[in-house]
């Protein structure tokens, strides 16, 4: 191999296939999409604090779907995300009305989280109930301890100075708050242990194929739970920034947000056949969600139409993916042919 | 009554399985097997399909729990403790049906479970992955995995690279036991040898070697000793230097040879087919990329065609753009005179055509149907009543009548397919494409996995379907099994045809059943320059 001076035009074109076998091509593609449409059809879209807001709002699904990608590429799927976090929220406020200091109350919240996480990996791996069913029974079961505790008021009255700092209602430095600073130190340690790290290359294994995996001598078992677990202390982190960004915790605070933390995952290019997943995905499909949202919100559209948009998004994120794929699929056997050509 | 060849003292035998008995739901697949492995010993588990020697491997291998009996390692018990402990005491295993995992890297998975780590903060926590690489790229080079590939998803490979893989993963540990389940299956000849090579080679440095095969020819001047099963029982041990093929299908199946239509005269395919019978497939310019060029090829009416060539001529390939699998960039397809629209693999089954698949697992079996309803799936028409519902009745006895020609080992044609040993799987998959009674059948390596007596039937069916004016194309690796079966064969190389080797049936009556062979070896290797 003797490397040659590169012209330009090589440069570029390097540049293009790397761009062109990025899986997330088809994220990015939709992302600025949006972002274009927006721009010209919506002036308002840049005014003020708007997209400050927007990332600001996008935060707390963006955190939920890191968690949900490593159960995704596990080969499974946690439906409680949303019950769980809310849960924390609660956890969080009434320690801190109980007086304690902020860390303390977080810590406790980030131990609930951890705790259904393993309670969600025992079911499914210890029972044997499937991923839906026993994800299905923790969002029955910790919504249903937070109406209890609650008895459906809202708790109110734990708000400190600090917390609106954790919350993102006041910023850290610049027009940094907290919550952005955490989604990126998260979305940074996920990536790495899923890249490199031999967890990481574990949860791949299991969830492409179980049976290999096992025989290849991997504690299937015990490496789902972790995932759960990861899933678990993410919807505690995003309840202890919700509760802080909501100034109260109503009994139904996370409502709604399991769907939400699905698609962002699933628009990343997450499979729910397990194996394939990307953080830095999760992280642009919940910033697409979010903007999405958005756009109708200025554009004066209902709000009840969210959903159908969701529904719309995820369609055409699912369309981007697969042509992405081929894009990928064709610049890698073009490259091959101009490589075998070089050596001929 | 088990009559052993002198066996070596307890203490001297690296691996031993004492009394090993494992019931499934109405099945028995092991009952008091027993095996004794002594030092650097290639040791062959034979038996028909279903005998039980998988299930034994995956006792051993920590993956299965047995019922009752144990297992031995350099003369101490081995705690039932799965897999892991089975690997880091030194056993590596290849699996018969073939087990990566597709959505990781090759060199990932050739480190699965045993990644090379580096420290990171002061932790052993990050993959080396540098490491990884230099430790294996010799290895893999030396089953055709590159440096490039080592870094590609295995899902992008076909089944003959991952069974390359595969072995890479099984070597690259230094294991103290290897065993291998059919691990020559689907390979080619030449990747057989250096996979035999590494056999031998594994045997010197003192490594003990446990291999199952259905190809007895292999055994000799490979495998010192050779444990026979029958229904889960070991029937015998035996010296492979005193015993004969013959004598070890007398062992596995309690009947000679003669009785299966075996014996020394060579089969050949009946029928001459001659080139006035009317074409069934007319394929012109067959042009995929880089990886089909340019094929055009004819099939008569009773004519069975070999295509022959080494591993990426591009066999498969050209199969798979027949029956709409992959796209074609050009050229046009007839069958029976009527052009093909190739969009997709229903219109090519609608059409006439069927498959076998090469790779049973991935694209052959559904694993939780039943065996009966994967014998129907591809023509439920043959089953249901009125043209319309679904006959249970029609179902069972269609499954039956397969069951009892190839021999299918089951105890119940209802239950799910997934269970059942791997030859049998496959004998299932055989009797769902003939029962299409397609036009044209193709058949990607139809007897890989199947045992010497039922590999006769399936032999047998293949040629009646031929004269019975069907049209066949035949892939298969064991180049004995393509001239034995084909009325000609077209070799390919690097997605071309480079050549034809024509009237096979007369040439092996005359005898000239060598001279044919070297014939299309030569013509597979031969271009190399071109
Ligand atoms: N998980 C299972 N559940 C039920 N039955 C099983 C299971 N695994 C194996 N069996 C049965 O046990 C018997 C032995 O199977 P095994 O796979 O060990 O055979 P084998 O000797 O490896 O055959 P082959 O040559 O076809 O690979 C078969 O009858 C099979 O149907
Ligand atoms: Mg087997």
Redesign the interface.
């Known amino acids: 191999m003797t490397s040659k001076p590169r012209s330009a035009t090589e440069t570029i074109r390097n540049l293009w296939e790397r761009l062109l076998v990025d899986p997330t091509l088809g994220v990015i593609s939709l992302l600025l999409i949006f972002a274009l449409i927006a721009a010209f059809a919506l002036p308002v879209f840049y005014a003020g604090n708007n997209i400050y807001n927007l990332v600001g709002s996008s935060i707390t699904v963006m955190i939920l779907s890191i968690g949900m990608t490593v159960v995704l590429i596990s080969g499974g799927i946690d439906l409680s995300v949303g019950a769980v976090m809310a849960l924390c929220a609660g956890v969080a406020a009434t320690v801190l009305k109980m007086g304690a200091p902020l860390f303390v109350a977080f810590v406790c919240a980030i131990l609930v989280g951890i705790a259904a996480g393993l309670l969600n990996g025992l079911l499914v791996t210890r029972v044997g109930l499937p991923d839906f069913i026993a994800t299905l029974a923790m969002l029955g079961f910790a919504s249903g301890v937070l109406y209890i505790a609650t008895q459906g008021v809202p708790i109110i009255g734990y708000m400190t100075s600090e917390y609106y700092i954790v919350g993102g209602l006041d910023p850290l430095v610049g027009p940094v708050t907290f919550p952005i600073l955490v989604a990126v130190v998260l979305a940074l340690i996920v990536g790495w242990v899923l890249s490199r790290t031999k967890l990481g290359t574990h949860f791949f294994a299991v969830g492409s194929n179980a049976v290999a995996s096992r025989q290849s001598g991997i504690p299937v078992r015990w490496v789902k739970t972790q995932a759960y677990m990861l899933s678990g202390t993410c919807a505690a982190v995003a309840g202890i920034i919700l509760a802080g960004r909501n100034n109260n915790v109503p009994a139904d605070l996370g409502t709604g947000y399991e769907i939400q933390a699905i698609s962002a995952a699933i628009i990343g290019g997450a499979s729910l056949m397990g194996g394939r997943g990307r953080v830095l995905g999760a992280v642009l499909g919940a910033l697409t969600l979010a903007l999405a949202i958005n756009i109708i919100n200025l554009a004066g559209v209902p709000s009840s139409f969210q959903k159908i948009v969701i529904g719309v998004i995820l369609i055409l994120a699912v369309i981007a993916n697969y042509l992405s794929e081929l894009a990928r699929g064709a610049t890698q056997r073009r490259r091959a042919k101009r490589l075998s050509s070089i050596d001929a | 009554m088990t009559d052993r060849a002198e066996t070596p003292s307890a203490q001297s035998l690296v691996l031993e399985a004492r009394g090993v008995t494992k019931h499934y739901e109405g099945v028995t697949a092991l009952d008091h097997a027993t095996l004794a492995v002594g030092p650097g010993e290639v040791h062959a588990l034979l038996g028909g399909n279903g005998a039980g020697k998988s299930t034994l491997i995956s006792i051993i291998?920590g993956?299965t729990k047995p019922d009752s009996g144990k297992i031995l390692l350099g003369g101490e018990v081995m705690p039932a403790s799965?897999?892991?402990a089975?690997?880091?005491a030194g056993i590596s295993?290849i699996?018969q049906e073939l087990?990566?995992?597709?959505?990781?890297s090759v060199l990932?998975n050739i480190f699965?479970?045993?990644?090379i780590?580096r420290k990171t903060l002061g932790l052993p926590?990050?993959?080396d992955r540098r490491s990884m690489e230099l430790a294996v790229r010799d290895l893999a080079a030396d089953f055709g995995v590159t440096a490039n590939e080592l870094h590609t998803p295995v899902s992008e490979f076909g089944a003959l690279k991952k069974r390359s893989i595969e072995i890479v993963k099984a070597l690259a540990f230094d294991p103290k036991v290897l065993i291998l389940d059919e691990p020559t299956s689907g390979l080619e000849d030449a990747e057989r040898q250096v996979l035999f090579g590494y056999m031998r080679s594994m045997r010197e440095r003192g490594v003990s070697l446990v291999w199952v095969t259905h190809h007895l020819e292999e055994l000799f001047g490979l495998a010192d000793k050779a444990t026979v099963f029958k229904d889960g029982r070991t029937v015998a041990t035996v010296a492979t230097e005193s015993t004969s093929i013959d004598k070890l299908i007398t062992l596995m199946f309690g009947a000679d040879r003669e009785e299966f239509g075996g014996g020394d005269t060579r089969k050949i395919a009946h029928l001459q087919p001659s080139s006035e019978r009317p074409v069934i497939l007319r394929a012109r310019n067959l042009t995929r990329?880089?990886v089909v060029r340019d094929i055009s090829l004819d099939v008569h009416e009773g004519e069975i065609v070999g295509l022959a060539g080494l591993a990426g001529a591009g066999r498969t390939e050209v199969v798979r753009t027949l029956m709409g699998l992959d796209a074609l960039t050009s050229g046009s397809v007839e069958l029976n005179g009527r052009r093909l629209s190739l969009r997709n693999s229903t219109a090519a089954y609608r059409a006439g055509l069927a498959m076998l698949p090469e790779d049973r697992k991935q694209l052959g079996i559904l694993a939780d149907l039943s065996t009966a309803q994967n014998i129907s799936i591809s023509r439920l028409s043959t089953v249901t009543a009125a043209g319309f519902w679904m006959s249970r009745r029609k179902e069972l006895a269609l499954a039956e009548s397969y069951r009892g020609q190839l021999g299918i080992k089951t105890p119940d044609v209802n239950a799910r397919i997934g269970n059942l040993s791997g030859g049998n799987q496959q004998k299932a998959i055989v009797a769902r494409c003939l029962n299409t009674s397609p036009k044209l059948l193709i058949f990607d390596e139809p007897t890989q996995g199947i045992d010497v007596s039922a590999k006769v039937e399936v032999h047998a069916l293949v040629r009646d379907y031929a004269a019975n004016g069907g049209a066949a194309i035949l892939i298969a690796s064991e180049i004995e099994e393509l001239l034995e079966l084909s009325h000609r064969v077209l070799v390919l190389k690097k997605g071309q045809i480079v050549g034809e080797v024509r009237n096979i049936p007369a040439a092996i009556e005359a005898g000239e059943f060598a001279r044919i062979k070297s014939e299309v070896l030569t013509l597979s290797a031969a271009g190399q320059a071109s």
Do not use: C, M, N, Q
């Open positions: 291998s993956v799965g897999p892991l089975a690997i880091s295993t699996y087990s990566l995992v597709p959505a990781l990932d699965l479970g045993r990644e780590k926590l990050t993959s990329g880089s």
